[in-house]
């Protein structure tokens, strides 16, 4: 009966890991409206810690399974590179395409078996994202240049800038 809940050589433990450290990073980004939201933090999360867990399943002498990590890292690039536009030469999306390379690492965590590290790594993206937010409204200093707030910016009836 125990082989039926195996899942060797990944950890139910460490799956329940990425789908907590994915939530709980998403439902942030869901909640402001953010491209990257729950199930494609919780994916990523999920997909770094499989990629790991494989690299580590089937090294030998032969191979380096850390040079899987350093893949990772790459295919997340290309997907953090997706979420980035430019408009009118401001470009937007940066902080998501950062999401998603710091939800990697995250995955990273947890396919080495850093699963509390990965929880506190998760609490502190949160704090980033959401103490970034509440300095800006703060402190209006923070939201000059290329760090003006955007949301607002385009008119709904023309489609030109507001400035």
């Known amino acids: 009966m125990e082989s039926i809940y195996s899942i060797a050589p990944f950890d139910w433990t460490a799956i329940g890991t990425t789908l907590l450290c994915g939530f709980m990073i998403g439902l942030e980004r869901q909640l402001r409206g953010k491209p990257v939201g729950i199930r494609t933090s919780t994916l990523i999360t999920l997909g770094t810690y499989v990629y790991v867990v494989l690299a580590a399943s089937v090294s030998n002498n032969a191979t380096d399974p ?68 509440a300095s800006e409204n703060y402190f209006k200093s923070l939201t000059r240049g290329v760090h003006k707030k955007y949301s607002a910016w385009w008119k709904k009836d023309d489609c030109t800038p507001d400035l």
């Open 66 to 133: 850390s040079r899987a990590i350093g893949q990772v890292i790459t295919g997340v690039g290309f997907l953090g590179a997706g979420v980035m536009l430019a408009r009118d030469g401001v470009v937007v999306g940066v902080t998501s395409a950062a999401s998603i390379w710091a939800l990697a690492s995250v995955g990273v965590c947890i396919g080495t078996g850093n699963h509390l590290t990965a929880i506190k790594l998760s609490a502190v993206i949160i704090a980033v994202l959401i103490g970034v937010e």
